[in-house]
Nanobody
Framework: QVQLVESGGGLVQAGGSLRLSCAASGSIFRVNAMGWYRQAPGKGRDLVADWISGGKIMYADSVKGRFTISRDNAKNTVYLQMNSLKPEDTAVYYC???????????????WGQGTQVTVSS
């Protein structure tokens, strides 16, 4: 079993900052990638930022220059530092992990429960 526990969401005014955390635990042999997605009301789930083993980082164009993704490998935790927040950033944010299980099966993925981020005008 693999679990992702998210925290750090909340209500903030435009221009403010929040830091999201996501900790992965369970039967993981190796984490290949961890990332953040978000889903606004009535919209699909979109990639925000992705960290891939080896150091590759990807950001959605809408958050470049404002958001920063980082990892703590010892804790299997990924963070999303969100600065200069805009009302358009309001969404439920989901953590995603792609991993190799201890069973040596092909890569699996898992999702966190989601954390609400609300940015007021």
């Amino acid at each position: 079993q693999v679990q992702l526990v998210e925290s750090g969401g909340g209500l903030v005014q435009a221009g403010g900052s929040l830091r999201l955390s996501c900790a992965a635990s369970g039967s993981i042999f190796r984490v290949n990638a961890m990332g953040w997605y978000r889903q606004a009301p009535g919209k699909g789930r979109d990639l925000v930022a992705d960290w891939i083993s080896g150091g590759k980082i990807m950001y959605a164009d809408s958050v470049k220059g404002r958001f920063t993704i980082s990892r703590d490998n010892a804790k299997n935790t990924v963070y999303l530092q969100m600065n200069s927040l805009k009302p358009e950033d309001t969404a439920v944010y989901y953590c995603n992990v792609r991993f190799i299980p201890l069973s040596s099966a092909p890569e699996y993925d898992s999702w966190g429960q989601g954390t609400q981020v609300t940015v007021s005008s």
